[in-house]
C-alpha cells in the first residue's frame, strides 16, 4: 500500500512542476509574463523545424497538467501554472523567423492580446480545468500570429 501512495506523490509533485516550468510560475508577480520570456527563449534556441512538434507536444502536456494542476493547487486558474502562457506564446511565434525583433513583436502582440481576453477567449477562460486555463492562451497565440503575419506579409508586399 505504501507505494502507490509514494507513486501518487511523484505524480502531483511532477505535474506541479511541469505546469510552473521547472517551479518559475511560483515568481510572485508577473508569472504568466514570466512564462511568456521562457518561451520565447526556447525558440531562440530550437532549430526552426521544431516549432510545430514542440507546440503540439506543449499543447498536449498542457491539456493533462493544467487541469491537475488546478485541482491540486485548489484554486481556479492558478497563477503559478504558466505553461499555459508558454504554449500560447509558441504559437504566437509561428510566423516569426526567429529575429530579436521579431520575436519582441510577437511576445508584445501575445500579451496584448492575452490581456484583453478577445472573443471567444472571454468565454473560454470561464472555464474549469484545462480548458480555461489554456484555452484563451491559444487564442491569444492565434490572433498574436494572425496580426503579426498579417503585418509581416503587407510590410512585404509594400517593399
Not at 73 to 86: H, S, Y
Not at 123 to 144: S, T
Amino acid at each position: 500500500m505504501e507505494e502507490p501512495q509514494n507513486n501518487k506523490k511523484f505524480i502531483n509533485r511532477l505535474i506541479i512542476w511541469i505546469s510552473t516550468i521547472l517551479g518559475a510560475g511560483f515568481v510572485p508577480k508577473f508569472s504568466g509574463t514570466l512564462g511568456s520570456i521562457i518561451a520565447c527563449v526556447y525558440f531562440w534556441f530550437i532549430p526552426r523545424i521544431w516549432l510545430e512538434l514542440s507546440i503540439l507536444l506543449f499543447t498536449i502536456i498542457s491539456i493533462y497538467t493544467c487541469g491537475r494542476a488546478e485541482v491540486l493547487l485548489g484554486v481556479k486558474d492558478p497563477k503559478p501554472v504558466i505553461i499555459d502562457d508558454f504554449t500560447g506564446m509558441l504559437i504566437a511565434l509561428m510566423p516569426a523567423d526567429g529575429g530579436f525583433w521579431e520575436i519582441t513583436l510577437c511576445f508584445i502582440l501575445f500579451r496584448v492580446f492575452d490581456g484583453l481576453k478577445v472573443f471567444p477567449a472571454d468565454i473560454l477562460e470561464k472555464y474549469p480545468g484545462a480548458l480555461g486555463i489554456l484555452g484563451d492562451d491559444v487564442i491569444a497565440g492565434i490572433y498574436a500570429a494572425g496580426v503579426f503575419y498579417s503585418a509581416k506579409f503587407l510590410v512585404n508586399i509594400l517593399k
